[in-house]
């Protein structure tokens, strides 16, 4: 069994930052790509950051600059560093991940982490 659990959302005024972080736990070989989502009410689920084994990241364009994905190799987790946020970046966050275990890699999701960015 393999769980991803998100933490550090929250609520913050505009402007403000938070440092979401996301723990792959239980049997797994090997942790390839791992990435933030984020969906709104009504809405699909939307890149946000991904970033490879070899610490390549990737952003949609209106969190350049703004969020830096990280990622701890030897812990199995990935962090997202949210800075100036923006009402609009009001959402639930979702950690990613593609994991080889018992010789089958399948992609994983977590049960997501609320970010409210208000005054």
């Known amino acids: 069994q393999v769980q991803l659990v998100e933490s550090g959302g929250g609520s913050v005024q505009p402007g403000g930052s938070l440092r979401l972080s996301c723990v792959a736990s239980g049997t797994m070989f090997l942790v390839y790509d791992m990435a933030w989502y984020r969906q709104v009410p009504g809405k699909q689920r939307d890149l946000v950051a991904s970033?490879?084994?070899?610490?390549?990241?990737n952003y949609a364009d209106s969190m350049k600059g703004r969020f830096t994905i990280s990622r701890d190799i030897a812990e199995n987790t990935v962090y997202l560093q949210m800075n100036s946020l923006r009402s609009e970046d009001t959402a639930v966050y979702y950690c990613?991940?593609?994991?080889?275990?018992?010789?089958?890699?399948?992609?994983?999701w977590g049960q997501g982490t609320q970010v409210t960015v208000s005054s």
């Open positions: 990613n991940a593609d994991i080889l275990r018992t010789g089958i890699r399948n992609n994983y």
């Open positions: 970033i490879s084994r070899s610490g390549r990241a």
